[in-house]
């Protein structure tokens, strides 16, 4: 049907545009995992041109996943000179603690409260990415560490059944691990000292037993602070 005067444009929708956003994402991931191994460390600056060019692209989508990085608190903006990695500091690392766990809590309530006879097969499969982040922090690897953390996290939040709040978490869960990276890699063998309760806790959260999710994490968020605050003063940083 032809437009008529005063219609609303039509919005155009066709493949290169999919492709586009895909590849966006693509880089986005990317870089943020460069991040989160230590290949791009806190403060460094680089373009978009440098990016397209080791990665083979245009600038185009570059330049839109590096918008996105920094509206998620990854990258700032250098005014005429591109992008930095964002830097955090030990204060910012608390704040993320006191407000991943203010989110967790209601999390674990929510799920605690939830009569879903799926759930439990649900909380299964979460167990499984649990069991491979114990793993990995048994052996002190962090790479694979951070991976199914992340991931663990994600689809323990996606349960609670708000997209918004699993949005918000996993950026926080991104943040914090951006914020302790920088320390754990200088400190040489990590076995032993990563947290490896993530199998302890959804065994309480199928038991529905949102106390004692709040005291393992209460634990893990302690510790993890005394880690950092202690490699932080063995650096001077």
């Not at 999390?107 to 939830?114: D, T």
């Not at 926080?172 to 914020?179: A, E, I, N, T």
């Amino acid at each position: 049907m032809p437009a008529t005067p005063g219609d609303p444009p039509v919005p155009a929708f066709d493949g290169p545009a999919v492709t586009r956003n895909t590849l966006r994402q693509q880089i986005a991931d990317a870089l943020r995992d460069e991040i989160l191994a230590g290949r791009l460390s806190p403060g460094q600056e680089f373009t978009v041109k440098e990016i397209a060019e080791g990665y083979g692209v245009s600038a185009t989508p570059v330049r839109e996943a590096l918008v996105d990085l920094t509206a998620k608190g990854l990258l700032d903006s250098a005014q005429h000179r591109g992008f930095r990695v964002h830097e955090y500091s030990l204060a910012d690392y608390r704040a993320m603690i006191e407000a991943r766990s203010l989110v967790a809590d209601g999390i674990f309530r929510g799920l605690s409260e939830q009569d879903d006879p799926r759930l439990p097969g649900a909380l299964a499969g979460v167990r499984r990415r649990g069991e491979e982040a114990a793993r990995a922090a048994g052996a002190g690897d962090l790479n694979v560490l951070i991976g199914y953390d992340l991931r663990f996290w994600r689809e323990l939040s996606v349960l609670f059944g708000n997209a918004y709040l699993s949005d918000f978490f996993y950026r926080l869960r991104v943040q914090s691990w951006m914020c302790a990276v920088p320390y754990l890699r200088r400190a040489g063998d990590l076995r032993g000292s990563l947290w490896s309760g993530h199998c302890d806790l959804v065994d309480a959260l199928a038991r529905q037993d949102a106390p004692a999710a709040h005291a393992i994490i209460a634990t893990y968020n302690r510790d993890s602070l005394h880690l950092i605050e202690r490699l932080a003063g063995e650096t001077g940083a």
